[in-house]
């Protein structure tokens, strides 16, 4: 048993901004199991400006805590010996997680999704999303995703309010079949809130993501029972308790999971279990992480979903660089997923 630990950094193809920082380049680990001439393949990613660790933090409690992790990762169940790891951060416990999940899946020459649920679907639903750009560069755009099968249209919106219902006035007209969906990045205050839902409701959205400056879940609550927008929690949740929270007070309509940033996969699973007892539906989206990363999140939607809304998987085409490329598996709008492990290009200088 070897777990070897290959960092990475790969550009992105355009800036990316983040909670008001910008980003040229994403970084990460992708960690590499060797046994019984067997190999399984995970991610640790933090995602800056959300995860509470760095990337450095977490590649060096994975060197201090290498030999526990293989030491578990050798138990006949090695599922049952992660509770020893409570105290990683998220993104660590997401990586050692799914190692131990995936090892148990090969064993029983079964994919993750099916090993988690031998009625998951083969396929998962997924969205383009569109960032700022002019409204030509933005309706070129939605023609070339258009033509590649994405029928769910996720939009960056909130600097502008009468230039986002211009475009989405717009698109309506050009694509009447795209379904829309809002994300705000949390840039208006409760009033405004209010005010621009309602503006952008005619336009029948599927729900808008973090509309509140600075949220919290009174907040929340208090915008759902106003909003004629479904209401959508991203930033908002970090953990089984922000969950719990949110449902207990009735403060969203939709929960946008990133399983990298919510740590190990039974605690992602109890959410979405809550979320079902609640009636909110759960969507998977990617941390902006390598190809690696995206697949076990595929996965993990394809297990634990029973709808079919669209995640947001199809992020690849914002690295210059991938360990596993969108175009292996995005088919006319839906993630494919395969039967069995997929080999990674992973980043030779620097693996420890």
């Known amino acids: ?54 990337t450095g933090e977490a590649e ?49 020459h079964q994919s993750l999704s099916r090993y988690l649920n031998p009625d998951a679907d083969s396929s998962v639903s997924v969205n383009a999303t569109l960032g700022m750009q002019s409204p030509e560069e933005a309706v070129k755009s939605i023609a070339d995703f258009y033509e590649q099968g994405f029928r769910t249209l996720k939009i960056k919106v909130g600097r502008n309010i009468q230039a986002d219902s211009d475009l989405l006035h717009r698109i309506c007209g050009d694509f009447p079949q795209l379904t829309l969906r809002l ?36 907040s929340l609550a208090q915008l759902k029972s106003r909003s004629p927008v479904p209401i959508a929690a991203d930033e908002s949740i970090r953990s089984l308790s922000d969950a719990q929270s949110l449902f207990e007070n009735n403060a969203v309509d939709i929960l946008i999971l990133k399983p990298m940033l919510l740590g190990e996969i039974e605690c992602i699973k109890e959410i979405v279990q809550l979320a079902g007892t609640h009636q ?23 297990a634990f979903l029973d709808h079919h809304r669209a995640c947001g998987l199809a992020t690849g085409s914002m690295l210059s660089r991938d360990t596993i490329s969108d175009e292996q598996f995005i088919q006319s709008g839906n993630f494919l997923l395969p039967d069995g492990p997929i080999q990674p290009e992973y980043p030779k200088q620097g693996e420890s």
């Open 1 to 54: 048993m070897k777990l070897t630990i290959h960092p990475y950094r790969f550009p992105f193809r355009s800036p990316l901004y983040i909670t008001g920082h910008t980003f040229t380049d994403r970084t990460g680990l992708i960690l590499q199991l060797n046994y019984s001439q067997k190999t399984v393949w995970s991610e640790v990613a933090p995602l800056p400006g959300f995860s509470e660790e760095t």
């Open 60 to 108: 060096q409690w994975l060197r201090d805590n290498r030999y526990q992790i293989e030491q578990c990762l050798t138990y006949r169940n090695p599922v049952t010996g992660l509770d020893g790891f409570s105290s990683a951060p998220p993104s660590v416990r997401f990586g050692i997680s799914a190692l131990s999940h995936l090892t148990e899946a090969q064993n029983s």
């Open 183 to 218: 994300d705000a990045n949390r840039a208006w205050s409760f009033e405004e809130s209010v005010d621009n839902l309602k503006r952008l409701a005619r336009f029948s959205p599927e729900y808008c993501e973090e509309p509140l400056r600075s949220p919290t879940t009174e």
């Open 280 to 302: 909110v539906d759960c969507i998977f989206t990617s941390s902006l992480e390598s190809g690696v990363g995206r697949l076990i999140t595929a996965h993990l939607a394809a």
